[in-house]
């Protein structure tokens, strides 16, 4: 074989492997999905809880399906702007806030068994995840970000909250917050929030006990937990064009929400990113 044939060769070889390459690192979806749970609630209905990461631009989940006979929908999230993924952000389906409710049709799944799904984004590849189920009798269930101890099959499912909140009577210096929300120069947002009969606290370890006046916030985008927030300030990244509602709670060190008249603790504003 003469030379001028080998240097053809290995050249076509060369460009099929960065074709390659470049095919298989233009189909990366920005947004990962990891750490996907599935926890009975009863005979017919599963919730999922998982985390997401986005290294890509804003974005919004168009779509969630089963890939069988099941039926998948959200519970929690606004019901007109959508589940929005700010850019930059690490947001999850959780517990106390926007989550995957399945509804089983004949079947049946056990524990380490897995429930397949669909997740279709506005600008993202969409991903075909299998949310791995947990052993009900499992005392202790990753929720999203939260490690805690719950009865799921009891769990109430309205908007941001976990199990039972932690009710503080107005005669007991109840916990109070206010929120003012703004864009920056770089299309971030400024969450800046005022509280009152309460200190904001960052444990070493997990889980650490409740105490009264003591906790951190969880930061909500349209119902989307975004992160917890251990100080008065946090940022959300880059959002899509459109209204918005961010939100925060206060929770005990715990994560169970402080409730006052039964209602959490909280503050929310409507926002327009353009």
Do not use: C
Not at 216 to 242: C, T, V
Request: hydrophobic letters at 35%; zero cysteines.
């Amino acid at each position: 074989m003469s030379n001028n044939r080998k240097i053809t060769i290995i050249a076509i070889l060369i460009l099929g492997a960065l074709a390659l390459f470049w095919s298989l690192n233009s189909a990366r979806s920005p947004i990962l999905v990891s750490n996907v749970k599935a926890v009975k609630m009863n005979e017919n209905m599963y919730s999922v809880y998982l985390n997401m990461s986005n290294a890509g631009d804003p974005d919004f989940i168009t779509e969630i399906k089963t890939t069988d006979q099941n039926n998948a929908f959200v519970m929690g999230a606004h019901p007109t702007y959508g589940i929005a993924i700010p850019k930059g952000s690490s947001p999850s389906f959780s517990s106390d806030g926007a989550h995957i409710m399945v509804n089983i049709d004949g079947t049946s799944y056990q524990p380490g068994e897995f429930i397949p799904l669909t997740i279709a984004f506005e600008n993202s590849k969409p991903q075909q995840i299998k949310a791995i189920v947990e052993d009900p009798n499992a005392r202790k269930m990753n929720m999203g970000d939260d490690a805690t101890e719950m009865d799921h099959s009891q769990m109430d499912h309205s908007m941001h909250q976990a199990g039972a909140g932690i009710e503080v009577g107005s005669d007991q210096n109840p916990p109070d917050i206010e929120m003012t929300v703004a864009q920056n120069d770089d299309d971030t947002w400024s969450v800046r929030i005022t509280t009152r009969n309460f200190d904001f606290f960052e444990p070493k370890t997990e889980p650490l006990a409740h105490q009264d006046g003591q906790g951190h916030g969880h930061l909500y985008l349209n119902g989307l937990k975004l992160q917890r927030m251990y100080s008065n300030q946090a940022i959300i990244g880059e959002l899509p064009d459109g209204k918005h509602v961010i939100s925060v709670t206060l929770n005990s060190n715990d994560h169970k929400a402080f409730t006052v008249g039964g209602e959490p603790v909280s503050a929310s504003a409507e926002i327009i990113a353009d």
